[in-house]
């Protein structure tokens, strides 16, 4: 069954066709990180407009890359949620129309039900049920993935996502839009041990994270130096920064293994290319004798494959949708 999948929820328009939700036949994606970086964040309506000029030839590039006509397609899945709603709009608009047109189904896809699918692509034996640390710019939960569609929250963040976190430390440290590579190309270059940074504890929900108060600190510590004139070890500072958000993440993820009785872990979305945090996770898990599934770099950003994955398996549990399907600029992981 071949699905081509629709992914526009932010600054990259992504369109793919994957066949039985596990084999990649074509997965272009167009970035715009060069219109949002003089304004050092994604601007909605440039994403929109942006996503509008690139969507329609992006899909022809995905079918010829696939080598595929448009009557071989078998359903065509989206990203409905979350996301900047006039993003998805455009994504859910265009394939509507083109579900319409060609009268196949339409699947609805949550972005970070995508995320964790990215999963199936890179290791094809993998199967539920699992743990997944879902950590992106807008997201970052801790999710036990009961069944292919079926997935339960059991920790996340109280208010900033990780990935945000970065974007905003890079922002002050002088480093461009998006910070996650830049932070993490910087932080390469210091042991760290330099700044002493808080970590967030919820202590009605222990699985629960806050990188508010991180975000914070890295700021006043840049402004502090700025303002008096210190020299900032900058280095040393995105280190210790990363340090904080793995120290927050991983600890987290194996605990919440444990106490769902589980023993494989996956890592998804943006955050989990930073090579700090992946080089922790590969050390936990293996002390803790869980397996840890981490997807390739080209799969942890946004991309129309990892919709097409997780559409495959949506479409196999029935879950299709009419022409009335709305998008949601925020949605419960249902």
Known sequence: MKILGIESSCDETAVSIVEDGRRILSNPVASQINLHALYGGVVPEIASRAHVEAIAGLTEQALKDAGCQRDEIDAVAVTYAPGLIGALLTGLSFAKSLAFALKID?????????????????????????????????????????????????????????????????????LPYPGGKPMDDLAKQSRG?????????????????????????????AHHAAQTGEDLDRAALARDFTRAVSDMLVPRAIQAAKIAGRDMLCAAGGVAANSIIREDLRRECEENKIQLYLPPLNLCGDNGAMIAAQGYYEYLAGHTAGMDLNAFATRDLA
């Open 193 to 221: 041990g330099v700044y002493k940074l808080p970590l967030a504890r919820v202590t009605d929900a222990p699985l629960d994270m806050s990188f508010s108060g991180l975000k914070t600190a890295v700021v006043n510590i």
């Open 106 to 174: 339409l699947i609805p896809v949550h972005h970070i039900k995508g995320h964790i699918a990215a999963n199936y692509l890179a290791f094809p034996d993998l199967k539920p049920p699992f743990l997944a640390l879902a950590i992106s710019g807008g997201n970052t939960m801790i999710i036990d993935v009961e069944d292919y569609t079926r997935m339960k929250i059991l920790g996340a963040t109280r208010d900033d996502a990780a990935g945000e976190c970065f974007d905003k430390a890079a922002r002050v440290l002088g």
